[in-house]
């Protein structure tokens, strides 16, 4: 089978001759560069033999887009520094707007590179920053800040949000119609009991993550929800239209995959522990964790993969095993 009728088997809650495989991490030296990043990327998808590319732009792009400033590291295993946030003070809310439309282009012309240069048989997705998301990075990547400001001041932040949903749902349009096969939607700590009670979560921003969920191109087949952080409020994804959710089963308070698999009714994608066995490894443990996902899901609806992006400094040798463990 190929990557892509594994995937469609997983998201029928079926499997196919085996759980589609797939794996991402920061090349943060390449990120810079639209080329160069779909160079490492395509590179790493076949090196791996993934059956499908979760696409991994620079994280910092999307608050670049609304007037953040970043520079590189410099250094392979570092990211992005922050120069200047986008939003310095409460005041700023009222005037953002795209203002360097280039970084999230770039992301647009790389994901088209690799989508063309794999073809349609490893389907590739583009990753979507929440608005919730994309606002906590333009203060600095504080969640304290932005959920503060939206909690005290929701007729500052509220429509800021909304403009930002706008350029996302933009944006993964321009990636769709680029080649990719839907989007990786990235709400980053948020829908956790740790940032705040659920009930305010759908009051105030769950309208926002349905605005850009709701309005993805009908071509977009294979989208994925990702809940980032530990004590999810997993019952949201339920109500997030896709029809496969991504999590680590690896953090505290979080469901295991046949549970989440119940809880949402859908496909899950996860099972290995991206800081612990993937990075550490050796591979023998990859492997033991990758049957085990094998065994508590019969493979039914299963994804395999990490529970969110990999570290850049984990062995090869612990991300060939993924594919090993479950080709036999």
Sequence with gaps: ?????????????????????????????????????????????????????????????FAEAFGSEYKPSGHRLKGPVLIKEGVPDLESWRRLALVNPKALDDQVESIGIVARELGTEVPVIQTVFSPLTVAGYLVGKSKSRVMRELRKQPDLVLPALNR????????????????????????????????????????????????????????????VVHLCGSNLHFALSRDLPAPVVSWSIHNQGNPTLAEGRKISGKAVMGGLGQRATLLYGPPPEVEAEARKAMGETGGLGLLLAPGCSVPPRARDANLAAMVSAIAA
């Design 164 to 223: 930002i949903a706008d350029a996302l749902v933009d944006f993964s349009r321009r990636s769709v119609e680029a080649g990719a096969a839907g989007v990786f939607y990235a709400i980053s700590g948020y829908a956790s009991k740790d940032a705040m009670p659920e009930a305010v979560y759908r009051e105030l921003v769950l309208p926002y993550d349905l605005s850009v969920l709701t309005r993805l191109p009908g071509e977009a087949w294979f989208n």
């Design 1 to 61: 089978m190929t990557g892509r009728e594994r995937v469609q088997a997983a998201m029928a809650l079926r499997v196919g001759d085996r759980p589609p495989v797939g794996a991402w991490g920061h090349t943060y030296k390449e990120e810079w560069s639209p080329t160069e990043l779909a160079e490492a990327t395509v590179d790493r998808a076949r090196k791996f033999g993934w059956d499908f590319v979760k696409f991994q732009p620079r994280a910092s792009s």
